[in-house]
């Protein structure tokens, strides 16, 4: 069975959806058929921008193909929610490098930011 992740990216300020998946000729072909697709060599990964139509064309393009796997992309525990209110504001007084934070928010100020 193939697999694609659907991961929150921030990329020059903007939200995007990273498109993680094992390098298979049938799923490449298909990403380069979507709209508005572009490559990250930061993050290793295809992406476009977040919004609801794109979340859609996801789900249509690789229905039957392959399976899409959320749990990180639409994962809103309690915890994560409480880490991005207190813990946010506390980074962005202090002197920590921008680079840093931006990666804190991409995985959403998890504790285990491989």
């Not at 049938?26 to 476009?48: C, D, G, N, R, T």
């Not at 804190?104 to 285990?112: A, D, R, T």
Request: some cysteine.
């Amino acid at each position: 069975m193939k697999y694609i992740t659907l991961k929150h990216l921030l990329i020059n300020g903007e939200k995007k959806i990273g498109l993680q998946f094992y390098p298979d000729k049938v799923i490449q072909a298909l990403v380069k058929q979507m709209p508005e697709v572009k490559w990250s060599s930061e993050y290793s990964m295809a992406f476009l921008p977040n919004n609801k139509n794109n979340l859609q064309i996801v789900y249509k393009t690789f229905k039957g193909v392959a399976w899409i796997n959320g749990s990180t992309f639409y994962g809103n525990s309690r915890g994560k929610q409480y880490d991005r209110q207190v813990i946010a504001p506390l980074l962005k007084k202090s002197i920590c490098p921008d680079s840093y934070i931006q990666k804190l928010e991409v995985n959403h100020y998890s504790k285990n930011t491989a």
